[in-house]
């Protein structure tokens, strides 16, 4: 299949001995993880476990050493971004990466044309069905009401609300999420946590995600994987995770 085809909804993922290095540092070690398309995955682990590092090898930005990355049985590790990205490969933030100075309509439009190489040609190649497939998007993540905002006037919350509604844009098929709740009030994690679950449940997507917040983790996640000093500790159901004593003193804090 071509990168530049449509992303159907799929997104099976299958990581296999993936190494990625800085200098004589492994910041990923060998790691290996498989997730079934339509799966809501969460990888957790300590600071410095190799999260951040995992998900950039899979969304293409830094090169692996050896290894591989394989997404719906195509095989995707050298492949640049913006390839991965037609093919439906999504990442949203820790830190939301938006357009502060574009309306938050136009930054789902910017999304697109950045997604079909026309960036260049900036609105003159945004037609009616895009302009609806945007609305679709906003109205998906509950911004329908404020399209014509500022991205630099939104809340933490509606920020990440509108990360998530460019790659919706994007046609993902793999949504990888960093820290989503990372500086939001109780009442914006409660609503990015029930919006997560809801698109999820609601478009199918392969969904693997970064979180500190174990609430969110447990409530969101059907498997987690735990990561630490660039390798998989264990993968299993949140109860099963949540009981394992060596889990709990690397990382929950209570062995």
């Not at 950039?56 to 195509?74: H, K, N």
């Not at 136009?106 to 044309?113: F, G, P």
């Not at 993540?141 to 790659?167: C, P």
Request: net charge positive; hydrophobic share 45%; with cysteine.
């Amino acid at each position: 299949m071509s990168a530049a085809s449509e992303a159907s909804t799929a997104g099976a993922l299958c990581v296999r001995d993936l190494v990625v290095s800085y200098g004589a540092n492994r910041a990923v070690d060998g790691i290996s993880v498989e997730v079934a398309a339509g799966e809501l995955r969460a990888v957790i682990g300590p600071n410095g476990a190799g999260k951040s590092t995992l998900f950039a090898a899979i969304a293409g930005e830094v090169a692996p050493a050896s290894g591989s990355v394989v997404l719906d049985g195509v095989d995707v590790t050298r492949w640049a971004p913006h390839r991965r990205v037609r093919y439906g490969v999504a990442r949203a933030f820790q830190v939301s990466r938006i357009f502060p100075t574009l309306t938050v309509r136009e930054n789902v439009l910017a999304a697109w044309l950045c997604r079909e190489g026309k960036a260049q040609l900036w609105w003159r190649a945004v037609d009616g069905a895009t302009h609806a497939r945007a609305g679709v998007a906003l109205d998906d993540v509950g911004l329908g009401a404020l399209a014509e905002r500022r991205g630099d006037s939104l809340s933490q919350g509606d920020r990440k609300r509108l990360e998530i509604a460019m790659a919706l844009q994007l046609d993902a098929r793999l949504l990888l999420l960093d820290e989503p709740t990372a500086g939001m009030s109780p009442k914006e994690t409660s609503a990015t946590v029930a919006l997560v679950e809801s698109l999820w449940r609601r478009r199918g997507l392969t969904i693997l995600l970064t979180e500190h917040d174990m609430s969110v983790v447990f409530r969101l996640a059907q498997r987690l994987t735990v990561m630490h000093r660039g390798r998989v500790l264990c993968t299993g159901a949140p109860a099963e995770i949540r009981n394992r004593a060596d889990v709990r003193e690397i990382y929950l804090g209570h062995g």
